[in-house]
Structures are given as C-alpha cells and as structure tokens.
C-alpha cells in the first residue's frame, strides 16, 4: 500500500508537469486541456485550477451513468491541477526565450511524461481519473465501442476549447497519435506484478509394504 500511494501521488504530479510542459512549448495542449486554457482565458482564471473544476463537473457526470469513484480518482481531480499551477511559472521562467529545438524538446518530453505518468496511475490502481471513468461508464451504458466513445467526448472538448481560444497546433495532433501507443508500452512497468501461484507440495503415498513372499 505504501508504494501504491507513493506511486499514485508521483504520478499525478508528474502528470501535471507534463501539462506545464506542454503549454511552455506553444505547439499545442492536449484534447482537455485545450478546453481547459480556452476556460481559463475567457474566465479569467488560472488554468490549473479550471482543471480541478473541470474534473469535479466531470464528476457529476458520473451520477446518471452509475460510475463510482474511487480514492485516485478524487485525488487526480485535485492534485493534477494544483500541480499545473505550482510549476506553470517556474517552468516558464527556465525555458524563456527558447527556441524551436528546445521546444520540440519540451513537446516531445511532455508527451513521454504524460504516458508515464498515465500508466502509473494506472498501475496503482486507485480508481479511473474523472476523464477516463466518464468514457467507460458510457462504454458501459450505452454498448458502443471505446475509440467511438472516446473519439466523441475528445472531439467535443477540442472544438469547444479551440471556440474559447485554446490553443490547438502540432503537438496536439502529435499527442493524440502517440499517447495511446506511450501508454500500452509503458503499463507492464508499473503494473502491480501478480502474486505468484501457491504450490501445495503434492503429498507422497506411504510406502507399499512388502507382501508375503510367493513360493
């Protein structure tokens, strides 16, 4: 349990770094967060915290389709976004000025975080994000497939964002294409191994006594 809570909070941390990362590049966000900036610029408010209100929207989402969440899943809904926050102008501060390379470098790095970040908290195992527990308590309910599913909600968060003034560009295509494929490889990392098999030793018959000698 201790290394599953360590592996759950580092990973929604690094997770909202990835975030940071992305955005500092200014080659675009991910599908949500494009929703998320495009909120935040409209409203006026810090981005990180729009995730967190995001999410617990999201959340009452969940009520109707009868999806229940667990201990991560309240703790991705809060720490990703506060985490966003904390490092937004740090990070800002290091990489002004950069240019095109180094911000490839933060695209690409933001991208590869943001699957490593994924398949941990995935293999802790504290429930689905506010996101994912949305695409498949409706995979559930409604019997259609997850990339038609999936495909539905993130399109509709990405017009709706790039209408609010989000910002969409290559890294956003680049991020769509490779996430899934950053995630199935790196999940057997932090998977929790299976216990392995109880062998019961078998037991060995008593040995057969010699019968009466034949003549």
Same mark, same amino acid.
């Given at each position: 349990?201790?290394? #599953?809570?360590?592996?759950?909070? *580092?990973?929604?941390? =690094?997770?909202?770094?990835?975030?940071?990362?992305?955005?500092?590049? $200014?080659?675009?966000?991910?599908?949500?967060?494009?929703? $998320?900036?495009?909120?935040?610029l409209q409203g006026g408010?810090?981005?990180? #915290?729009? /995730?967190?209100?995001?999410?617990?929207?999201?959340?009452?989402?969940?009520?109707?389709?009868?999806?229940?969440?667990?201990?991560?899943?309240?703790? @991705?809904?809060?720490?990703?976004?506060?985490?966003?926050?904390? *490092?937004? +102008?740090?990070?800002?501060?290091?990489? =002004?000025?950069?240019?095109?390379?180094m911000r490839m470098a933060? &695209?690409?790095?933001?991208?590869?975080? @943001?699957?490593?970040?994924?398949?941990?908290?995935?293999?802790?195992?504290?429930?689905?994000? %506010?996101?994912?527990? &949305?695409?498949?308590g409706l995979v559930r309910? /409604?019997?259609?497939?997850?990339?038609?599913?999936?495909?539905?909600? +993130?399109?509709?968060?990405?017009? /709706?964002?790039?209408?609010?003034?989000?910002?969409?560009?290559?890294?956003?295509?680049?991020?769509?294409?490779?996430?899934? %494929?950053?995630?199935?490889?790196?999940?057997?990392?932090?998977?929790?191994?299976?216990?392995?098999? #109880?062998?019961?030793? =078998?037991? +060995?018959?008593? =040995? +057969?006594?010699?019968? %009466?000698?034949?003549?």
């Open positions: 349990m201790p290394y #599953r809570l360590l592996k759950l909070f *580092v990973a929604l941390a =690094a997770y909202g770094l990835s975030m940071a990362m992305m955005l500092q590049s $200014h080659y675009g966000l991910m599908p949500w967060d494009v929703l $998320h900036q495009g909120i935040s408010w810090p981005m990180g #915290r729009v /995730t967190v209100a995001v999410s617990f929207a999201v959340l009452l989402a969940w009520i109707p389709i009868r999806q229940k969440p667990g201990f991560g899943t309240i703790c @991705n809904a809060i720490l990703i976004g506060l985490t966003f926050d904390a *490092v937004l +102008e740090p990070l800002g501060q290091l990489v =002004a000025g950069a240019g095109p390379a933060l &695209l690409g790095g933001g991208i590869v975080l @943001n699957g490593a970040a994924t398949a941990a908290y995935l293999g802790a195992d504290f429930g689905a994000g %506010p996101r994912d527990g &949305l695409m498949t309910r /409604t019997g259609r497939s997850v990339r038609l599913v999936r495909t539905l909600i +993130e399109g509709s968060v990405l017009a /709706t964002g790039y209408l609010l003034g989000g910002t969409l560009g290559a890294g956003t295509l680049l991020y769509m294409l490779l996430i899934g %494929p950053l995630i199935q490889l790196m999940l057997p990392w932090f998977q929790r191994p299976s216990p392995a098999p #109880r062998v019961i030793p =078998a037991t +060995e018959p008593p =040995a +057969e006594q010699p019968g %009466p000698a034949i003549r």
